[in-house]
């Protein structure tokens, strides 16, 4: 290790001389004969220097749009627990649900580490663009790092194959355990106007054994997810994006947003809650979406009230040209129809992998038809009213019960009335730890039947 900081010194000094010397010379010769010296100088130093360098930058892309680097995320992730024992300067943090800090390099830091007998040495940088722009997306743009390798090119050949591809493999390992050990974030595209997307850890309890649903319906849902999670192969083959969508649809209060924790909490995915209405364009939504990551559910609930994505484009149609609808649809909102559904389905969608769309609506019929066709949402799905098997459910969850003699009645009432999951959970529910079983199902028969009551007036005031 001394004897790479030695050399690096004495390259130091020549290069330093060399420098010197050249300005010396420069204020005296005209500027051509300076131009013609300062490629030879550079040529000189170039060959002088047996050292190489590779750069990993943490941002690929130019402009807006840019995309967080694979091997920059990889090498960093390989770099972690060298940098814990190796820097001398360290930045710590604290990653929620760890007991333990988390070191990395700090900036401009350089760690060196043997690999078969050769030294490599690793330095973390940072670039600030010397442009400030007032743009959405500061973050990215202003102050960017890159990880560089420097090696002595006589390894070049080791360092660009067996080195590399056991540092990227490593790396990816690393991701692959912290990933799965982290918590699942819940992403929000309105929260701060400087970054694209804000998130919290997602600590949501709710799993698909509290969903209160038929128990088929349910495993069926679970099998799909499960299916299509391990569909890497499956995808290839067919030659399709490994994405689907999801259409849950439902009057109120019947466990959409619960489907939603549930499936995010099988698979580990994180939630990209996208509220439509924040968008201002499509190309804003466009950019969105390409700075989610893999394995991620992207939501955008309520999709009926989100801008004009209803039939109402199908209607017009009929009534309208083309190019006066499409005028109008622009007026109305900048996030049309035609680009929500390139996001999803087009070009655009085979750019990330393992992802997963799901769209909400309490008025599915009010959809235009192009949304939810079959290929865009795979999987329609009803959340509806209550039932036996549901209210079994909560009774398991919340009474510890699964046979009781009040179950015969209230099986016979939910047959009769239509009533939301979360209204029978509400009534269900014990007021206290202390309350009695029987008290709780009583309350909860006095609901149903008022619920029945009130059904059985509001159509005879309908008849008359
Ligand atoms: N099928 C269900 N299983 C278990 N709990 C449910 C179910 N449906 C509703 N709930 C309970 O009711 C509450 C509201 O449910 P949730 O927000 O998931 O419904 P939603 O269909 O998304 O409603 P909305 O359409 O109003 O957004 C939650 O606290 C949840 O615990």
């Known amino acids: ?113 043997d690999f078969e007998g050769v030294q490599i040495r690793w330095s973390l940088g940072m670039t600030v663009s010397k442009t400030k722009s007032f743009s959405r997306y500061p973050s990215a743009t202003e102050e960017r790092q890159h990880l560089t390798l420097k090696f002595h090119r006589r390894h070049r050949e080791m360092v660009t194959t067996s080195y590399l591809n056991h540092v990227i493999r490593e790396g990816k390992e690393r991701l692959a355990s912290m990933i799965e050990n982290r918590h699942i974030r819940l992403y929000s595209n309105n929260a701060n106007e400087y970054k694209l997307w804000s998130h919290v850890e997602f600590e949501h309890p709710v799993t698909f054994d509290h969903l209160a649903m038929d128990p088929a319906k349910k495993q069926e849902i679970i099998d799909d997810l499960l299916t299509f999670s391990k569909g890497r192969d499956y995808y290839l083959k067919i030659g399709k994006p490994w994405k689907r969508g999801y259409l849950l649809y439902g009057p109120p209060g019947t466990g959409k947003s619960s489907m939603i924790a549930s499936m995010a909490k099988l698979l580990n995915y994180d939630i990209y809650d996208l509220e439509l209405t924040a968008v201002t364009c499509n190309s804003e939504l466009k950019h969105l979406l390409h700075n989610t990551s893999n394995k991620s559910i992207t939501v955008i609930e309520d999709v009926d009230c989100s801008l004009d994505l209803t039939n109402k484009r199908e209607k017009k149609k009929k009534e309208e040209d083309k190019d006066k609808e499409e005028e109008e649809s622009d007026e109305d909102s900048k996030v049309t129809l035609s680009g929500l559904l390139n996001v999803i389905d087009g070009l655009w969608s085979a750019c990330s992998k393992e992802r997963i769309f799901v769209f909400t609506t309490n008025y599915v019929e009010k959809l235009d038809p192009a949304l939810i066709r079959r290929g865009r949402m795979d999987k329609h799905i009803e959340m509806s009213f209550c039932s036996y098997e549901g209210f079994k459910v909560f009774a398991k969850i919340y009474l510890d019960l699964e046979s009781h003699e009040l179950f015969d009645t209230i099986r016979h009432l939910i047959h009769e009335v239509k009533v939301s999951p979360a209204d029978v959970a509400e009534n269900l529910m014990p007021k206290s730890i202390e309350s009695d079983s029987q008290v709780c199902l009583q309350n909860l028969i006095k609901a149903l039947e008022k619920i029945k009551e009130d059904e059985k007036l509001k159509a005879e005031e309908e008849e008359e």
């Open 1 to 113: 290790m001394s004897s790479m900081g030695e050399f690096f010194m004495g390259l130091g000094t020549l290069m330093g001389s060399i420098m010197f010397v050249y300005t010396m010379i420069q204020q005296f010769v005209p500027q051509h004969v300076s131009d013609y010296l300062s490629a030879y100088i550079y040529r000189i130093m170039e060959f002088a220097n047996p050292y190489m360098e590779i750069r990993f930058d943490e941002f690929t892309g130019g402009g807006d749009w840019l995309k967080l680097s694979k091997a920059y995320t990889a090498v960093e992730a390989y770099l972690g627990p060298k940098s814990s024992k190796l820097a001398k300067r360290l930045k710590a943090r604290i990653v929620k649900g760890d007991k333990n800090l988390a070191f990395s390099m700090d900036d401009y830091e350089e760690i060196v580490e």
